[in-house]
C-alpha cells in the first residue's frame, strides 16, 4: 500500500502499521503526486467525512478506479459499481472485500477505469460549453 500525503492522523496511522508490520509505504506530503496516481492500481479512501474531494478527482482523471467510504460528497463523484466501488463508514469488511476484488480482478479495474475516463471526459466537456455559455452572455 501507498500512502502519499500528510494528515492529523498519519503518525498514529504510520505506528499502527509499524507495530502489525503491515506493508505500508509512506510518502509525506508531494507537490507532484502525478507519479504515484500512475503507479496505483486502486485509489482508497476510508474517510469518516469528506466533502467533493480534490483527491478523488485527481484519481478519476487518471483512470484510477475509487474504492470509498460512502460519506459526503463521495457519491456525487463515484457511481458505486460504475466508477468506483462505496462502503458505508465502518464497514471494514465491505472496504476489504471491494479492494479485493480490485486488486485480484483485472477485469473489474479495467471496466472501472474506462467508465472514469469517460466521466472525466464527459464532465470536462460539460465545463468548458458552461464556460463558454458563460463566456457568451457578458
Known amino acids: 500500500f501507498l500512502v502519499v500525503g500528510s494528515g492529523p492522523t498519519l503518525e498514529s496511522t504510520r505506528a499502527t502499521v509499524l507495530t502489525k508490520q ?51 460528497g463521495v457519491s456525487e463523484l463515484i457511481l458505486h459499481g460504475i466508477t468506483g466501488l462505496m462502503a458505508p463508514y465502518g464497514d471494514a469488511d465491505g472496504l476489504a472485500a471491494h479492494v479485493g476484488s480490485g486488486v485480484t480482478s483485472p477485469e473489474l479495474r479495467s471496466a472501472l477505469s474506462r467508465a472514469t475516463m469517460a466521466a472525466t471526459i464527459l464532465a470536462a466537456n460539460w465545463l468548458a460549453a458552461g464556460a463558454h455559455a458563460f463566456l457568451l452572455m457578458k
Open 22 to 72: 503491515l506493508p505500508f509505504h509512506f510518502t509525506g506530503y508531494q507537490e507532484d503526486t502525478r507519479p504515484y496516481y500512475a503507479a496505483m492500481d486502486l485509489f482508497l479512501s476510508t474517510s469518516k467525512d469528506e466533502g467533493l474531494p480534490n483527491t478523488f478527482l485527481e484519481a478519476l482523471s487518471m483512470a484510477i478506479p475509487v474504492v470509498s467510504t460512502d460519506v459526503g
